[in-house]
């Protein structure tokens, strides 16, 4: 099945692929909304998207069918900017192919992808794994880094000049952005990073 909000590379694709004996081509849609609908109908084993599919996109696109049984591997094919291929592997894509490459790639890596392989260009895998702290708001970087002084949350109240009911709004959001269940976590957590980028 094929994704693609253009028209003209929606029909340049179709032909391309219902020319290709080892392909089957089940149905086409211009939205991620119209994709969904269709994957939910019928068996789609490899789905082409581009990256952004109105109006959801691609990255939303993928995580919503992930929770779905049977759903169909995604191979994002779109323009190789920025870190389209980095981001389309951390959504879940099963392959990236570029827009600039030769249209055999494509086809390859969709009969790869369909296989259980996953296919990207090469991607420095470090860099999937996210800092959490590069996660947090201005204001929760600031709030960990005086969490982390044994603040009380009367004294982040006044530090900050934000209620007390603000600090805690702040901090639930913090622990579950740092993946931990209270202060003495979180706290842990920041000298903890800041060791492994050498600050301390």
Request: contains cysteine; proline residues 4%.
């Amino acid at each position: 099945m094929l994704g693609d909000a253009n028209p003209l590379m929606l029909a340049a694709m179709s032909e391309l692929f219902e020319k290709d004996r080892r392909f089957s081509l089940v149905a086409t849609a211009a939205t991620a909304e119209g994709f969904l609908g269709m994957v939910m109908r019928m068996p789609v084993q490899v789905g082409v998207i581009d990256w952004n599919l109105p109006a959801l996109g691609g990255a939303r696109l993928i995580d919503v069918l992930r929770t779905q049984a049977n759903a169909p591997r995604l191979v994002v094919y779109a323009e190789d900017t920025g870190d389209i291929p980095r981001k389309a592997m951390a959504a879940g894509a099963a392959g990236f192919v570029s827009r600039s490459g030769s249209v055999e790639r494509l086809l390859e890596t969709c009969v790869a992808v369909a296989k259980g392989q996953m296919v990207f260009p090469f991607l420095d895998i470090r860099s999937l794994k996210q800092d959490p702290i590069e996660a947090l708001s201005p204001r929760e970087k600031t709030l960990l880094e005086a969490l982390s002084k044994g603040l009380t949350n009367r004294e982040l109240s006044k530090e900050l000049e934000i209620s007390e009911n603000t600090v805690k709004f702040h901090l639930s959001n913090l622990f579950e952005k740092l993946d931990v269940k209270n202060r003495a976590q979180a706290i842990a957590f920041f000298y903890a990073n800041r060791a492994s980028r050498g600050e301390m």
